[in-house]
């Protein structure tokens, strides 16, 4: 038998025993790398298991994300007021005839232009932000945007957000410098509360009142307390 494979192997060429030997060794390298590759890959780059969060236990929980990494950060671990801005909408009905209102109108804030957070934890300022501006809805109908923000000096900078749950109520005015006689129904009142600059609370209210000029709007806050307290919506 020995002879006989001896003699075979004699009369087989060369360039046969090179091709049987690349084939071994790629053979060979493939068993190599489909066995690695079927590693876990924590196994692999000596790497724990992949990372997971428990959220039962974590009301009002924030995650921030970062490449792989989760980090998980209760409000009350960085939030402070830093800055408040309250922002109303009121969408009326133009008079038939109206003139056309311009899209801005500066305003220096005077006496009745504030906005101001109400409650046991007394009357916090939001002061009026020049200009007001007009939006056109349609060829009947205007938006007015006033925006308020809390002025640098007062006492509830730097305190903790649920601070504002001592607050009840709102009050807003509505500022239309002199066009308030070009406005005939009020229709939608729009009104947006940010903190930090992030906008936290929205609400929108409808209405068929006639426009008076320089309304007031008082507007509870008991929503935005549950949505300070559990992050409801």
Same mark, same amino acid.
């Given at each position: 038998?020995?002879?006989?494979?001896?003699?075979? =192997?004699?009369?087989?060429?060369?360039?046969?025993?090179?091709?049987?030997?690349?084939?071994?060794?790629? =053979?060979?390298?493939?068993?190599?790398?489909?066995?690695?590759?079927?590693?876990?890959?924590?196994?692999?780059?000596?790497?724990?298991?992949?990372?997971?969060?428990?959220?039962?236990?974590?009301?009002?929980?924030?995650?921030?994300?970062?490449?792989?990494?989760?980090?998980?950060?209760?409000?009350?671990?960085?939030?402070?007021?830093?800055?408040?801005?309250?922002?109303?909408?009121?969408?009326?009905?133009?008079?038939?005839?109206?003139?056309?209102?311009?899209?801005?109108?500066?305003?220096?804030?005077?006496?009745?232009?504030?906005?101001?957070?109400? +409650?046991?934890?007394?009357?916090?300022?939001?002061?009026?932000?020049?200009?007001?501006?007009?939006? +056109?809805?349609?060829?009947?109908?205007?938006?007015?945007?006033?925006?308020?923000?809390?002025?640098?000096?007062?006492?509830?900078?730097?305190?903790?957000?649920?601070?504002?749950?001592?607050?009840?109520?709102?009050?807003?005015?509505?500022?239309?410098?002199?066009?308030?006689? =070009?406005?005939?129904?009020?229709?939608?009142?729009?009104?947006?509360?940010?903190?930090?600059?992030?906008?936290?609370?929205?609400?929108?209210?409808?209405?068929?009142?006639?426009?008076?000029? +320089?309304?007031?709007?008082?507007?509870?806050? +008991?929503?935005?307390? =549950?949505?300070?307290?559990?992050?409801?919506?």
């Amino acid at each position: 038998m020995l002879r006989e494979l001896t003699e075979f =192997a004699a009369r087989v060429p060369l360039t046969i025993y090179v091709l049987w030997v690349v084939w071994f060794v790629v =053979a060979v390298g493939l068993m190599f790398y489909t066995g690695r590759q079927l590693r876990p890959v924590s196994e692999i780059h000596g790497e724990g298991p992949p990372q997971t969060i428990d959220l039962v236990n974590s009301p009002r929980a924030t995650i921030y994300q970062a490449g792989g990494d989760i980090t998980l950060v209760h409000p009350d671990a960085f939030v402070e007021i830093r800055s408040i801005d309250v922002e109303a909408r009121l969408t009326c009905s133009l008079k038939p005839g109206a003139a056309l209102l311009p899209s801005e109108v500066e305003f220096a804030p005077v006496g009745g232009s504030s906005a101001y957070l109400v +409650g046991a934890g007394g009357r916090a300022r939001l002061i009026f932000i020049s200009p007001v501006r007009f939006r +056109g809805v349609e060829s009947d109908r205007v938006t007015v945007l006033n925006r308020f923000a809390l002025g640098s000096g007062d006492g509830l900078r730097h305190r903790p957000v649920d601070a504002l749950t001592a607050f009840d109520t709102l009050e807003v005015p509505i500022i239309t410098v002199v066009y308030g006689n =070009a406005l005939e129904s009020m229709q939608l009142l729009e009104v947006t509360l940010s903190i930090n600059g992030d906008a936290v609370w929205y609400r929108a209210w409808n209405y068929s009142d006639q426009f008076q000029g +320089g309304p007031v709007f008082t507007i509870p806050l +008991g929503e935005l307390h =549950a949505r300070l307290r559990d992050g409801s919506p």
